[in-house]
Structures are given as structure tokens and as C-alpha cells.
């Protein structure tokens, strides 16, 4: 009761920054920012390499660093789906293991990994996988006939994206020219 009065008090406060004229108050490290099934996504601040420390469970499970982009699917993935994965250390581009096949058993991460471009559809609470320097992680919120939603910290303020979906003789692509490596999934 007390955050959702917290958090319409601050909506309050933004509506009426907006009114005034004024900029909207900008957010702290830590705030939430969205949430999915019940999950926060936090705000990491403006340089999306800087670490908070360690975020544990209560009951001591690692997380990851506050509030990294894989902090929040693992945490997403213990507390909604109560999987722990077997290697959670590493970067988010770590998360997919190119030697995996399409529709393979990816047994660092406990779940079934499937590639950008194979014969299976991305499904929400799926956890997909971006290259670069770092990589970056998301969870899938909502696949739709030809976009998918994602959701993620540490992009800033921006914690969704939607992505084109296609597919092309049973084969499903996530992306137009460039896109993710590929999805997990947890076993069912």
C-alpha cells in the first residue's frame, strides 16, 4: 500500500513538473522503474558500466551487481520461475554458448537455447541474448504476430523495446538486419 501511494505521489509530482513547465525530477540509482510479474527493474544511472555491489536473495542466492541487465533476468528467472543456474558469473554475451545447437541443452545456464534465426519462436519469460562489447540481456514480455516486447535494466530509462519478428520457411528471426544471438528458455 505504502509504494503504490509512493509511487502515484511521485507520478503526482512529474504530472505536475509537466504542467509547470518544469523538467520531471530525474531518478536515483536504485529507484524502480517497471516491473514485470511482480519483478522491479531498477535504474542503474547514465553509464551503464558502473556497478552497485553485490545484490543477494534473502536467502543468499547471487543476483548479480546492482542493477545490472543480468542482475534483473536472474533475478526474474529465481523468483518467478525458481531456477538457479549452474554458471551465472560472466558477461551478458556469456549467456549464449555459440557451440549449443538450435533447440540444444545450454548446461552452464540450466536452460534450452535456442538461435536467432532457428525453427523455434521466441515465448514470453524467455531470457534473449544481445552481442557487443559486454552483450546485453532482457526478458521477452509479449509475442505478438510480428514484434516481440522485451523487458531490461540498465538501458537508461528505457525498459522496454519492441522487435520485429519474422518468419521465413518455418524459421524464426528476431530483428531485421542486425538482432539477438538467440533466447533461453527454461525447462518446463
Not at 520461475?81 to 556469456?94: F, L, R
Amino acid at each position: 500500500m505504502i509504494r503504490i501511494f509512493a509511487r502515484s505521489v511521485g507520478l503526482f509530482l512529474i504530472v505536475m513538473a509537466a504542467h509547470a513547465g518544469e523538467k520531471p525530477p530525474a531518478p536515483a540509482i536504485g529507484d524502480e522503474l517497471d516491473r514485470y510479474k511482480e519483478v522491479p527493474v531498477y535504474f542503474n544511472g547514465n553509464d551503464i558500466a558502473t556497478s552497485h555491489g553485490m545484490h543477494l536473495s534473502q536467502k543468499g542466492f547471487y543476483y548479480g551487481q546492482k542493477w545490472q541487465c543480468v542482475e534483473f533476468v536472474k533475478r526474474f528467472l529465481h523468483d518467478v520461475k525458481g531456477h538457479v543456474m549452474p554458471d551465472g558469473y560472466g558477461h551478458a554475451k556469456d549467456y549464449f554458448d555459440d557451440s549449443v545447437p538450435d533447440g540444444g541443452w545450454n548446461e552452464a545456464r540450466g536452460m534450452f537455447q535456442y538461435r536467432n534465426g532457428g525453427k523455434y519462436k521466441p515465448q514470453p519469460d524467455d531470457l534473449i541474448v544481445f552481442d557487443g562489447k559486454y552483450g546485453h540481456v532482457a526478458i521477452v514480455t509479449e509475442v505478438k504476430a510480428d514484434t516481440i516486447e522485451i523487458i531490461q535494466q540498465n538501458r537508461k530509462l528505457k525498459t522496454r523495446e519492441t522487435h520485429a519478428l519474422t518468419e521465413k520457411d518455418a524459421h524464426w528471426r528476431v530483428g531485421e538486419k542486425t538482432g539477438p544471438l538467440g533466447w533461453l528458455r527454461v525447462k518446463s
